[in-house]
């Protein structure tokens, strides 16, 4: 990826992110069964790591089941602390995230 503004994951590749802030954003998104816009909410990570590279992106997902694994880390951004090696499995409807928490070394 030339730009790397987003982090994308490839199916059944575990990806190394560190996130240093975030944030619940409002997106218009076409729904892809119905064709027609609508307006959802996405929870978007600042990313300055991925797989031990530095970086200056962003990760995002509007899956509920995924934010919540995010869930116990947002209200304190304990995040900061933490690594997240998440692997996507599966494609459109299907897809899933398998997702291991690993506490950052100092």
């Given at each position: 990826?030339?730009?790397?503004?987003?982090?994308i994951?490839?199916?059944g590749v575990p990806a190394r992110l560190h996130f240093t802030d975030h944030e619940i954003q409002s997106r218009e998104i076409t729904d892809p069964l119905t064709g027609r816009g609508k307006t959802v909410r996405a929870l978007v990570f600042h990313v300055d790591r991925l797989d031990n590279r530095?970086?200056?992106a962003h990760y995002s997902t509007i899956s509920e089941k995924h934010a919540m694994a995010f869930a116990p880390y947002l209200g304190d951004?304990?995040?900061t602390g933490y690594d997240f090696v998440i692997t996507q499995i599966g494609r459109g409807f299907t897809r899933e995230y398998q997702i291991k928490v690993e506490k950052r070394s100092s």
């Open positions: 990826m030339v730009l790397q503004n987003y982090v994951l490839t199916e530095e970086v200056d951004k304990s995040y």
